[in-house]
Each structure stands twice: as C-alpha cells, then as structure tokens.
C-alpha cells in the first residue's frame, strides 16, 4: 500500500521567514496530494491541495509543488506568521470514481517564534 | 451550512466494552471516511463509505465496523476494546469526486 515520509518532523522558524516541508510517497498511481493544518484540539483543515497534472499551485503566501518522476511533494509557506504555528500533515491518494483513502505522513510541528 | 459535525465529542470506556461514534456529514457529501489519529501521529485511515457500501478499508481488525445510512450519515462501532484503541477518531465527508475532505472535529476516546 502507500506510504508517505514527512520531514522534518519539527521546524522552528522566526516570523517573516519562509517555511519548507517535504513529503514523499511509494504509489506511483497515486493522483492527489492535499496539505492539512491541525491545531492543537482542533480538526485538520485543508490548506492547499494539488492534482497530478499539475507541478504547482499557489495560494497567496502558500504554495505547492509536485515531482511526479520522483515521487515527492512540498509545501512552501512564506512570510510566516506566529499564527501559522501549528502542525502539519501531507497526505496522498489513488482517486478513483469508487474509493479515494488519504494516506497522510507523520506531520511536521511548525513553530514560528517573534 | 453545517460542517460535518460529530458525536460525543468526548467518551471514556472501559476494556471490553463495546462503543459507537456518530458522524453527520456536510451538505452535498455522499462519502463518509473514518480516521483514527493517535497522539501525535497523522489520521490512519479506518474505512469510506458510499451509497451505504463500505468502499475501502484500512488495516483495521473486524472489531471495527461502519454502517452509512440513506440520509449519508454514518457510524463507527468499535466492538471488544483495547487500551491502544484510545484516540482522536475523526470522520470526514466529500463528494466522491472530485476530491474536498472536510474534517470534523472528532471524538476522543480514552479506554481505560
């Protein structure tokens, strides 16, 4: 089955820095990658997603590139606030018109200090 | 227009005992997954629903089980429980395609 890698694991930056963090996955048939935020008690929340046919997306300060040939996919956050704090999860999927399973990574802490 | 919304938001068990979790799911969804999120880690999928048929599944034992209802909501039944069973079970709803999970905010079960 799948299998998605997140690193690293914590990230400390300060504000106004940007933030990297990296996933990649084993199923090469897989065609959907969303980000997640989770704050602490609260549900995950999709930031920003990407398709297969697609090698990048953005979305004001967060954006999303994707490397089909080597299997892997980043989140890039710039300008970071302390309100980005939080924890977060990659995760893939084999979309298909019956099931679609997200399979997510081990998450990245994410502390922006002032 | 409601989220997916969740029930109980808490619940402590003993081992043993049986449990069954709720999920409403947001408008204009007909799929239901369940996840299991233990602390610390990322959601592990448990299994999706749609139209009332358990579509996929995850690498559960049998303890686990679901059923959808006609109106998509769903429930989650976790029969004979361990202290490992113990986490934030989380439910989310999409359309089948194209993708958009949203998340409810989950149970917390604790087995003591």
């Known amino acids: 089955g799948e299998n998605v890698e997140q690193h690293p694991s914590t990230l400390s930056v300060q504000e106004g820095d940007s933030a990297v963090i990296k996933c990649t996955y084993s199923?090469?048939?897989?065609?959907?990658f969303p980000w997640y935020k989770q704050e602490l008690g609260k549900r995950p929340q999709l930031i920003i997603d990407i398709r297969s046919n697609v090698g990048e997306k953005k979305d004001q300060r967060i954006a999303v590139t994707l490397n089909k040939t080597a299997k892997h996919f980043s989140l890039h956050i710039t300008e970071t606030q302390p309100e980005d704090s939080a924890v977060y999860f990659c995760?893939?999927?084999?979309?298909?018109?019956?099931?679609?399973?997200?399979?997510f990574g081990t998450g990245t802490r994410l502390q922006v200090t002032l | 227009d409601a989220g997916v919304t969740q029930s109980p938001t808490h619940l402590i068990k003993t081992r043993g005992q049986q449990v069954t979790l709720r999920c409403s799911p947001k408008s204009g969804h007909d799929t239901v997954s369940w996840y299991q999120q233990a602390l610390g880690q990322g959601p592990q999928f448990i299994f999706q629903y749609y139209e009332e048929e358990e579509r996929q599944r995850g690498n559960f034992p049998d303890r686990f089980s679901g059923h959808q209802f006609p109106n998509y909501s769903s429930e989650l039944n976790v029969n004979a429980l361990l202290l490992g069973d113990s986490a934030l079970y989380l439910c989310a709803s999409s359309p089948l395609l194209p993708l958009g999970y949203t998340f409810g905010s989950g149970t917390r079960l604790t087995v003591v």
């Open positions: 199923d090469s048939a897989s065609n959907y």
């Open positions: 995760a893939a999927s084999r979309a298909t018109g019956t099931a679609s399973k997200l399979t």
